[in-house]
């Protein structure tokens, strides 16, 4: 990992589009949107399906113009050569040559960057030397994913856009993912990552943004998230039916396992007095603050 450390100012801004507007037919896929990229951090950008996500990173890599706004990379447009050889991209539609082996598809993206990691390094940091010799076209699907990330590091990428990347991958392989993801940003490496698994951003991320309609509707710690939002989780051993709590208007979500009922209300506190009414025998009561796939899901129906 020596060879990955990338020595500047944390929280310097590395890339931003400013008041960036982006139509596609009737489509407005951003409105008016400002966003920061900052170096040693690792950003996550949420947001549902059409959301706004893959076109933020569009324009920041270059790959499409604003409308309105601009847009820079280092302070740079994105097209300049010179910005583009300080990024990394792993995006979630790739093509690639099925019959060029992992090692050569490596080498030649690592022939476009200044001061590449040698093909050796670059399978060793993403756990996929087993890869290396096998031909693209054979590989799984999580596999080709494995692949792809490798592609994306070996450049030695100051900033590194990772777009789903771990869709398809087994539990193992995404774990060894984040493993490598941490320590990227451990050496200074800044990470713009979209996912759809909640808890990969819960886990990964320094700063969270919540994308919803083209509109920035959120930004902040995943505890600042989690806190803007009024929901919160309960667990307790009860004899109180599950039908009687779906039924208390203040509960959204309710379930039960073999020991604790599990409820997630908007109001705790009449929550309590409702079980402790219906209950007063109840035990091993725990109330906290709800996590990030909850505060997501609240934020994006307020935006709808």
Known sequence: ??????????????????????????????????????????????????????????????????????????????????????????????????????????????????????????????????????????LSGGQKRQAQFALAVCGRPRLLFLDEPTAGLDVQARETMWATIRALIGHGCSIVLTTHYLEEAEALADRVCVLAGGRLIASGTVDEIRSTVSRKQIRCATSVPLETARQWPEVVQASRDARHLHLTAIDAETTVRHLLAADPALRDLEVRQAGLAEAFAELTKEAA
């Open 1 to 138: 990992m020596n060879g990955m450390k990338h020595f500047e100012q944390r929280g310097r801004v590395l890339a931003e589009p400013r008041g960036a507007r982006k139509r596609y037919g009737n489509v407005m896929a951003l409105d008016d949107l400002d966003l920061e990229v900052r170096s040693g951090e690792l950003l996550a950008l949420l947001g549902p399906n059409g959301a706004g996500k893959s076109t933020a990173i569009a324009l920041l890599l270059g790959l499409a113009e604003p409308d309105a706004g601009r847009v820079t990379l280092f302070g740079r447009p994105p097209l300049e050569v010179a910005s583009r050889r300080e990024v990394g991209v792993m995006m979630q539609e790739v093509t690639l040559a099925p019959d060029l082996r992992v090692r050569e598809l490596i080498e030649l993206a690592a022939s476009y960057y200044p001061n590449p990691l040698s093909v050796r390094e670059a399978l060793a940091l993403t756990g996929t030397t087993a890869l290396g010799p096998r031909p693209y076209g054979k």
